[in-house]
Each structure stands twice: as structure tokens, then as C-alpha cells.
């Protein structure tokens, strides 16, 4: 008789779920590099303003990472993640009534505060559903959300900034109107997560216990040692793996914000053509989602996995602003390069689990995650300040593309964690 095998099943019912939410996540913290030449003219900005506002998201984004790994971990992941998705979506459509420098930082500041406990209490979430074996895939299945949501965000985009209701311009649209899903969301959650395995009546009892002991075999007992934040910040592995998610957040979520900015000047096409434009890229970096997820779980490999993703994206990055360098390759080096930068994702986020101790694992990715994402701060703020002192786009984009070196060698440094010893009964 073969076993209840119920992991299809929950990557059906989990999976879509986090998702959906993962899309309407990241296009309300990216929807910024949509709206940014046409309200860079609006209201006067300058390049080190939008790039301090762009990256100020992350200054906030810091401040609620541990408590949302252990509020998923000790409390309920349903009604954390109703909480904040109600929170980030009232603070994006806030993002639509700026008028001055102070007010679009402190929106973006509010935006990353009210995001900031969601990625690492997925990461947990995903901990207690999948066993680690299947975690890559699933991971993968999450992150695929980011790559999808820029699919969607630049034409979507593209059309709301034709709208001119109530005598508003299109920029201020797509705040507003990309801040209400997160709204009604946020409130479905309540009916449509499920906590635990044991809470799923979804699955029959045979499956939860099937699951059960899956998930039990695959822990790592530790003698009583209690579960430290302080730990992380002297465990080697959580300083290296904080690392090179920092340096190559720099660059990620550059190009997030950067990528209409680029391909404009890289061609004569109007804000709306490029706007539209960026999705070829991201379908390139879709592709690499799924490649690595599925490529890292076959083989059991983490670590080379995700170095080789984050030297690749450095190298293509660079290519991208060769001088001379027609339209078409131009393009084609993006697309490219987004393959790679969302490729290492998936193993990376296995890493933790296997390289840290046990009872520190859910504090720590929240502390890994926190710091790790102030490279998202540092990324546009480096662009901006670099070409507001006359300096190229291409040379700020050298920059960032040596930001995923630094990481690749962070990955390579990190080792395996000993084993726990034996405790004698």
C-alpha cells in the first residue's frame, strides 16, 4: 500500500495562497520604479531623493523582521499575515497622495515596517508544512511571485498611467488602485490559511500524521539550550548568510526599481513602451526560478547552487552597460541577468536550516532577513548618489553588479554545521 503522500495536495492549498500574497507584496514595494519618471517630473525630485525614498522602505523593513518569524513560529501565522497585509495595503495607497520629499520617506518608511514581518514568517510557515528535502521546490514555488509580479506590474502599470481621474495623474493611480488588493486580502487570509498541519481538515488524518513524521524525523534535537536572538548575532554562518543576502539585495532590488530607468536609456521608446518592456526580463527570471528550485531539490546541492546564480548575475549585469551596446543586447543582458538573480533565491533559503542550529533557526532568518535586506536600502541609494554627482547609470550599475561577487563569496564561506551531540538517556 503506498503511503499518504499529502505534499501535492499542500503545494496546491499553501502555495497559491502565499503566492497571491507574495504578488501583491512585491508589487506594492516595486511599484515605485513604475511610477518614478512620471512623478519625478510631478513633483520636481531629484535622483538622490527618489533613490533615498526608494530605499528607505528598508530602513522600516528592518523593524519588525525577528518579531514576524516568532509571531508565526509561537503565535498564528493566519493572523499575523491578515494584520499586515491590511497595514501594507492602507500604507501604499497612502504612497498615492505625496506631495513633498518628507512625506514620500516617511510613506515608504511605514510601507517597509507594515511589510517587514511577511518573508521571514513565510520562511517559517514553509518550516513547518514541508520537509526539508522539498523545501527548495516550495521555496521556489514562493519566490516564483517575484519575477510573475513584475510580468504583471509593467503593463499593468504602464496602463494606469494613461488614467487621469478626479484630476489626478496615472502615477498617483497606481498606488492607489495596487493598494487595495492587499486590503482584500488581508481579510480573506482569515478564512483561508490554515495555522499548522493540525489544523487542516483539508487533509485527512492519515495525511497529517504521514506529514507528522516526516517533519519529526527531520529535525535536529539539541540538548536544552534555549533560543537566543543574541546567538544569531555571534553565530558565523547567520553573519555570512546576513551578508550575502545585503550585497546581493543591493543589486536585486536595484534592479527592481532601476529596470524602466535603464531600458529608457538604452532606447528612444516612450515612459509607457519601457514600462511595459521590463516584463521580458522578469519571464526570463521566472524561468530561473523554477530551473534552480527544481535543479537544487534533484540534486540535494545548496551552497554552488546559489554562488554560481550570484556570480552570473554579476557578470550580466555589468555586460548590460557595455558601451556601444545596441537596444536588442542591452536587452538581452537583463533578461539574462534576471534569470540569474532570481535563481538563487530558492537554495539560498534552504541554507539556513541546514547551517544553523536548530533553536535558533526561526530568530535567526528573521535576523538574517532584517539585515540582509538593508542592502535593498543601500541599492537605490547608491544609484542615486552616484548619478546625482554626474557620474553614469552605467557606472552605478558596475556597482551593483560587484555587490553579487561579494555575495557569491559570502555563500562559498559559509560551512556545515556540526552535528548535535548525542545526549545519553
Not at 61 to 81: D, H, I, N, T
Not at 413 to 418: D, E, G, I
Request: proline share 7%.
Amino acid at each position: 500500500m503506498s503511503s499518504p503522500n499529502p505534499i501535492p495536495k499542500i503545494r496546491r492549498r499553501i502555495l497559491s495562497l502565499l503566492f497571491l500574497m507574495y504578488v501583491v507584496n512585491y508589487l506594492d514595494r516595486a511599484n515605485v520604479g513604475f511610477a518614478k519618471i512620471p512623478m519625478m517630473a510631478d513633483l520636481g525630485f531629484s535622483e538622490p531623493v527618489f533613490g533615498f525614498g526608494a530605499g528607505v522602505f528598508f530602513v522600516g523593513y528592518l523593524l519588525l523582521q525577528v518579531p514576524g518569524a516568532l509571531a508565526v513560529e509561537r503565535w498564528s501565522a493566519r493572523k499575523w499575515m491578515a494584520a499586515i497585509l491590511v497595514a501594507w495595503g492602507l500604507c501604499t495607497i497612502l504612497l498615492g497622495f505625496i506631495r513633498t520629499p518628507v512625506e514620500f520617506y516617511l510613506a515608504r518608511l511605514l510601507l517597509g515596517a507594515a511589510q517587514a514581518g511577511f518573508y521571514p514568517g513565510v520562511i517559517v510557515y514553509l518550516s513547518h508544512w514541508f520537509p526539508e528535502r522539498e523545501r527548495a521546490r516550495a521555496t521556489s514555488g514562493f519566490v516564483l511571485a517575484i519575477p510573475v509580479c513584475m510580468v504583471i506590474g509593467g503593463p499593468l502599470s504602464a496602463l494606469m498611467l494613461r488614467i487621469d481621474w478626479l484630476g489626478m495623474p496615472g502615477w498617483r493611480w497606481i498606488y492607489i488602485l495596487q493598494g487595495l488588493p492587499a486590503v482584500a486580502l488581508g481579510l480573506a487570509t482569515l478564512r483561508l490559511m490554515t495555522d499548522r498541519p493540525r489544523d487542516a481538515h483539508w487533509l485527512t488524518g492519515e495525511e497529517r500524521d504521514w506529514l507528522a513524521a516526516q517533519l519529526r524525523s527531520a529535525a535536529q534535537p539539541h540538548p536544552s539550550a534555549a533560543p537566543s536572538l543574541w546567538r544569531a548575532f555571534r553565530d558565523r554562518n547567520a553573519l555570512l548568510l546576513a551578508l550575502a543576502l545585503s550585497a546581493a539585495n543591493v543589486g536585486n532590488y536595484a534592479i527592481v526599481v532601476y529596470m524602466p530607468t535603464l531600458l529608457k536609456q538604452a532606447s528612444t521608446l516612450s515612459v509607457e513602451a519601457v514600462t511595459a518592456l521590463t516584463a521580458l526580463p522578469f519571464c526570463a527570471g521566472m524561468a530561473g526560478v523554477v530551473l534552480a528550485g527544481r535543479s537544487s531539490d534533484h540534486s540535494g546541492e545548496r551552497r554552488l547552487h546559489t554562488a554560481i546564480a550570484l556570480f552570473a548575475a554579476g557578470l550580466l549585469f555589468a555586460a548590460s552597460v557595455i558601451p556601444g551596446l545596441p537596444f536588442a543586447g542591452t536587452l538581452l543582458a537583463l533578461c539574462l541577468m534576471a534569470s540569474c538573480a532570481y535563481a538563487w533565491p530558492p537554495p539560498y533559503w534552504v541554507l539556513p536550516g541546514m547551517v544553523l542550529p536548530p533553536e535558533i533557526a526561526a530568530a535567526s532568518i528573521g535576523f538574517i532577513n532584517a539585515l540582509g535586506n538593508l542592502g535593498g536600502f543601500f541599492g537605490p541609494t547608491i544609484v542615486g548618489a552616484v548619478v546625482g554627482r554626474g557620474y553614469s547609470m552605467g557606472v552605478a550599475v558596475l556597482v551593483l553588479a560587484a555587490s553579487y561577487f561579494v555575495a557569491a563569496l559570502a555563500v562559498l564561506a559559509v560551512r556545515k554545521r556540526a552535528p548535535a551531540p548525542q545526549v545519553n538517556r
